[in-house]
């Protein structure tokens, strides 16, 4: 078991050193460095600038310097916003992003869930179809679309819910919805299925015929062995939200790191966008090996 | 006269069965035939289907028969709503553009994105897979660590990326992702590759001195195309979504193109005055997706050798 966690982790590591290797190479190729503003800086300025970034020395040096510098959380200024480094921006958005997912990815667990028991208790029935068809208009509305709709039932006509601002907690019920809607209705998929399978195994039989209620079987028998599956669907999980909270912090007008990700890819901010990709790359990576971490531990049948 | 029809029903019903049965014991059907019937008795699947045909013809005829062109601007009527004495199927934008030509030709600039990007995907899939799964050994392992390290990463952030770079252009977003779609292809690839070469067929056209190169073109990859065509259709509403998600972003097609995501983001800000702007490009999109979400769940369900 050590050994496996111990592999998992070294293995996750390439992946992240590949990222910071891409960003950086990306950073160097870019047209336009970061002194080269209308109003030249004067020489000897220019100099000492180069100095404390190191763009005298060699680009492995550079690179050496670069990947220190990540290690530490340090991504270096902003090319767009003076008086701010990317770490700052990056900790100023966090807490709106990680409030948006946590509370989506929540959402979608119990909704999902409940949906998906629901209809693979009835499985076939009308309740069943209804569910299923309803997952499928969540997983192919796309949230861009679905935003617009629902600021203007809840938001223009009804007048219920603010459509923008941030600060309480009426400002993120929209934004929440629409981020966990395809994932509400990824989970009712999957527990279905899992449910399903599960049901027909001999030893939900066995309980069955000992006289045991639907609702016992559920909740001591089937529960764990229809949940796990639903553990690796964390992991794609995360990017879909970190994807998706791109689209919602722009349509809802939210001081999240995806907001400063787009702006910053439209004012070309290049040190902006990188950090913001490294950073969203290891939370995906570090998402990733807690998946499979807790996967091997919950689950006694795996053997490493 | 009644009679009579009632007489020649009798007659036709008591005929038909007999046709069947001897239809049934003449003509055998091949794995695609019956695929093909399968798919056809999906309901879901037909329906889209035709509305996919129609939506493409729409998209691909459609703006010859307006008046109006992507770009032309209609001075008398800024920001109306759908009017047909105008020819203004769809309405006009606030800048007096004709949303029925400009939410066409974004259909088009969606469906062709769908297609080109899903034909890299797959053709790069299939041979990599293919290659990768026919050597096996350390080969194969090295070549998919390769995929499993690509799929950890952001690709979203990454494409992103290169639109900052290379600006923002309709064939990086083509390249962009096709090169992200086709590690699940050559993933399935290489699982049906492994087990197909270790079948009769194979071992037989290896004895007949076939070269490893004919192996894989004749014997392999016609094989492997079942699945690889379920993964295909699914792949394409992918892509569409893909791409609307950037234009939406303002980071895929510019202006003066259209595209439905770049039409939705437009609609978006106007949608209290002028809500026909979003849902013209919306529904569309919509439709679309739908469509091809069934037509990949009907040919998986058709295709799928489980249920054979």
Same mark, same amino acid.
Request: net charge negative; hydrophobic share 55%.
């Given at each position: 078991m050590l050994s496996y966690f111990a592999k998992r982790i070294a293995s996750s590591i390439p992946t992240l050193f590949i990222i910071i290797t891409i960003a950086f190479f990306m950073i160097r190729l870019a047209p336009g460095g970061p002194f080269d503003s209308e109003r030249p800086v004067p020489a000897e300025i220019a100099a000492n600038l180069e100095k404390v970034y190191h763009l005298n020395d060699p680009l492995p040096v550079q690179y050496g310097y670069y990947l220190l510098n990540v290690l530490k959380g340090d991504f270096g200024p902003s090319f767009k916003y003076h008086d701010f480094t990317v770490s700052e921006l990056i900790a100023q958005g966090f807490p709106v992003s990680i409030q948006l997912g946590l509370l989506a990815i929540l959402l979608s667990l119990m909704i999902g869930v409940l949906l998906g028991v629901i209809a693979a208790l009835r499985q076939n029935s009308a309740i069943d179809y209804l569910v299923m068809g309803l997952a499928m208009t969540g997983i192919t509305i796309p949230n861009f679309v679905m935003a617009p709709i629902l600021i203007l039932l809840f938001g223009v006509f009804w007048g219920l819910l603010p459509t923008s601002g941030w600060g309480e907690l009426k400002h993120m019920v929209l934004p929440v919805i629409v981020l966990s809607l395809p994932q509400i209705a990824t989970v009712a998929r999957m527990t279905r299925a899992s449910l399903i399978e599960t049901l027909n195994m001999p030893y939900i039989r066995t309980a069955k015929a000992k006289g045991l209620p639907t609702r016992l079987i559920l909740s001591r028998h089937a529960s764990r062995a229809t949940l796990l599956p639903i553990l690796s669907w964390l992991g794609p999980a995360t990017a879909a939200i970190i994807t998706g909270s791109v689209v919602v912090e722009t349509i809802f007008g939210l001081p999240g790191i995806g907001r400063h990700f787009i702006n910053g890819a439209l004012n070309r901010d290049y040190t902006l966008v990188m950090g913001v990709v490294v950073f969203y790359g290891f939370l995906i990576i570090l998402m990733n090996l807690l998946v499979d971490l807790l996967y091997a531990w919950l689950d006694p049948r795996i053997k490493y | 006269m009644l009679g009579l029809i009632q007489g020649l029903n009798t007659k036709m019903s008591a005929l038909i069965p007999n046709e069947i049965i001897a239809d049934n014991a003449v003509v055998g059907l091949s794995p695609w035939q019956q695929a093909w019937r399968r798919l056809l008795n999906n309901k879901a699947a037909v329906v889209s289907i035709v509305l996919l045909v129609i939506i493409a013809v729409l998209c691909i005829f459609g703006p010859l028969f307006s008046p109006w062109e992507l770009d032309s601007v209609d001075w008398d009527n800024m920001g109306t709503p759908p009017h047909l004495q105008s020819h203004h199927y769809f309405g006009t934008d606030s800048n007096g553009r004709d949303l029925f030509v400009r939410t066409l030709e974004g259909g088009r600039i969606s469906l062709m994105v769908g297609l080109l990007a899903t034909a890299v995907s797959f053709i790069i899939g299939i041979i990599y897979g293919s290659i990768a799964g026919y050597a096996g050994g350390k080969t194969d392992s090295i070549m998919m660590r390769f995929v499993d390290v690509l799929y950890a990463l952001p690709f979203m952030f990454f494409v992103i990326l290169l639109t900052v770079y290379f600006g923002r252009s309709i064939w990086l977003i083509f390249i962009a992702i096709g090169a992200v779609e086709w590690l699940t292809m050559a993933r399935i690839v290489r699982g049906q590759t492994l087990s197909l070469k270790q079948r009769s067929f194979v071992e037989a056209a290896r004895v007949t001195g076939a070269s490893h190169y004919s192996i894989i073109k004749r014997h392999i990859i016609p094989n492997t195309l079942g699945p690889v065509i379920v993964y295909a259709t699914l792949t394409v509403p992918q892509v569409i *979504?893909? /791409? =609307?998600?950037? =234009?939406?972003? #303002? $980071?895929? %097609?510019? /202006?003066? !193109?259209? =595209?439905? #995501? %770049? *039409? +939705? @983001?437009? #609609? @978006?800000?106007?949608?209290?005055? &002028?809500?026909? !702007? %979003? $849902? =013209?490009?919306? +529904?569309? $999109? @919509? %439709?679309? *997706?739908?469509? $091809?979400?069934? +037509?990949?769940?009907?040919?998986?369900? &058709?295709l799928d050798p489980k249920d054979r």
């Open positions: - | *979504l893909f /791409e =609307s998600f950037l =234009s939406f972003l #303002g $980071l895929g %097609v510019q /202006e003066p !193109m259209s =595209s439905w #995501g %770049v *039409l +939705i @983001a437009e #609609g @978006a800000q106007q949608m209290e005055s &002028a809500p026909w !702007m %979003v $849902l =013209s490009p919306a +529904i569309m $999109l @919509a %439709v679309t *997706l739908f469509c $091809l979400n069934f +037509i990949g769940d009907g040919l998986r369900d &058709a």
